[in-house]
């Protein structure tokens, strides 16, 4: 059986946001949320914990003309930073 939507329940977290702007993220199947900064720096939005992961931190430190994107892939994420290089990280916390 194949199921082509969830409920999603969102509920307020408090947990602290990074200071740059957020332009990219994605949800992982757990319901935890990856962001990224414009800057290309990326943390996890541990909900049950509410808790703020450093997942990888960014060299770049004068605004990128490009945005940074995000994607959870199985218990990871996958990375396309401001200078275009794709990074893959696997997220101890997602396994």
Same mark, same amino acid.
């Given at each position: 059986?194949?199921?082509? %939507?969830?409920?999603?329940?969102?509920? #307020?977290?408090?947990?602290?946001?990074?200071? #740059?702007?957020?332009?990219?993220?994605?949800?992982?199947? *757990?319901?935890?949320?990856?962001?990224?900064?414009?800057?290309?720096?990326?943390?996890?939005?541990?909900?049950?914990?509410?808790?703020?992961? %450093?997942?990888?931190?960014?060299?770049?430190? *004068? #605004?990128?003309?490009?945005?940074?994107?995000?994607?959870?892939?199985?218990?990871?994420?996958?990375?396309?930073?401001?200078?275009?290089?794709?990074?893959?990280?696997?997220?101890?916390?997602?396994?």
């Amino acid at each position: 059986m194949r199921t082509c %939507s969830k409920i999603v329940s969102i509920h #307020h977290v408090n947990a602290l946001l990074p200071e #740059h702007r957020i332009v990219s993220s994605s949800w992982t199947l *757990e319901g935890n949320l990856f962001v990224s900064d414009e800057f290309g720096n990326v943390w996890l939005v541990a909900i049950e914990a509410n808790k703020l992961y %450093s997942v990888v931190k960014s060299k770049i430190r *004068e #605004h990128p003309k490009n945005k940074p994107i995000v994607v959870t892939h199985k218990s990871g994420v996958i990375v396309v930073n401001p200078n275009s290089e794709i990074t893959v990280c696997i997220n101890k916390y997602l396994i």
